[in-house]
């Protein structure tokens, strides 16, 4: 059982969601306002719904103020599917987002998926090309430096350098890292690495490397 908070103006989603989720075990906090909620009151929460078109603040500037102080997975709900307002997310910090409308299957399947990538157990460090994975606390080292990933981030790079010496493309990683059915969002694997690779660069690491029409894989350096 996980506590949830979802955050939308719309009351009808949030019955939605609410029921849907409830009905799986878990504990759901609704607001119609992320102004409802505390700064520091987001940090009780295991996993955030978040709805991008808001009136008061919308979900973007929203997942910027809190993104530093919590360290659980961000879902955003959004009519829009832009690839530039997918960037956008992603860039803020969020790790993935579903499209409205949605269906209950999709909408309990992305949630679980991330809870359960979320609160898996793992042992030991494990150290490649210069990073140090500390893979229980699901934490990027460079000596004594922490790199700062995002969830979805840090389990791109674990994948990958756990896996070093495969070529994936981007369909795989996806499937591999949030185990959802269907389609997979070529566009936000290419963003996460984007990012993962501007955060690697002040430590002139070149980690993960394109291999041109096929996808990714981990460099060993």
């Known amino acids: 059982?996980?506590?949830?908070?979802?955050?939308?103006?719309?009351?009808?989603?949030?019955?939605?969601?609410?029921?849907?989720?409830?009905?799986?075990?878990?504990?759901?906090?609704?607001?119609?306002?992320?102004?409802?909620?505390?700064?520091?009151?987001?940090?009780?929460?295991?996993?955030?719904?978040?709805?991008v078109m808001m009136p008061d603040m919308d979900g973007f500037e929203c997942c910027r103020k809190i993104r530093g102080l919590v360290d659980c997975p961000i879902i955003f709900l959004t009519a829009k599917v832009m690839e530039t307002d997918l960037i956008t997310g992603l860039r803020v910090g969020?790790?993935?987002?579903?499209?409205?409308p949605f269906g209950i299957g999709e909408l309990r399947a992305r949630?679980?998926?991330?809870?359960?990538?979320?609160?898996?157990?793992?042992?030991?460090?494990?150290?490649?090309?210069?990073?140090?994975?500390?893979?229980?606390?699901?934490?990027?080292?460079?000596?004594?430096?922490?790199?700062?990933?995002?969830?979805?981030?840090y389990e791109i790079c674990e994948h990958l350098a756990m896996n070093h010496g495969q070529v994936f493309s981007k369909e795989q990683i996806y499937e591999a890292i949030f185990g959802f059915d269907g389609e997979s969002d070529s566009s936000a694997i290419t963003e996460h690495i984007k990012n993962i690779r501007n955060k690697l660069s002040k430590y002139d690491l070149k980690v993960i490397e394109t291999v041109w029409g096929i996808g990714y894989k981990w460099n060993v350096q």
């Open 111 to 153: 949630v679980e998926a991330h809870l359960r990538r979320d609160h898996r157990e793992k042992q030991n460090v494990f150290a490649i090309s210069g990073l140090r994975f500390h893979l229980t606390a699901k934490e990027v080292y460079v000596e004594e430096a922490k790199i700062p990933l995002t969830k979805s981030e």
């Open 94 to 100: 969020g790790d993935d987002y579903i499209t409205k």
């Open 1 to 51: 059982m996980a506590n949830i908070l979802a955050v939308d103006d719309e009351k009808e989603i949030l019955m939605i969601i609410k029921r849907a989720l409830e009905k799986t075990g878990h504990r759901v906090t609704t607001v119609v306002s992320p102004l409802m909620i505390k700064e520091n009151q987001f940090s009780n929460y295991d996993l955030i719904l978040l709805d």
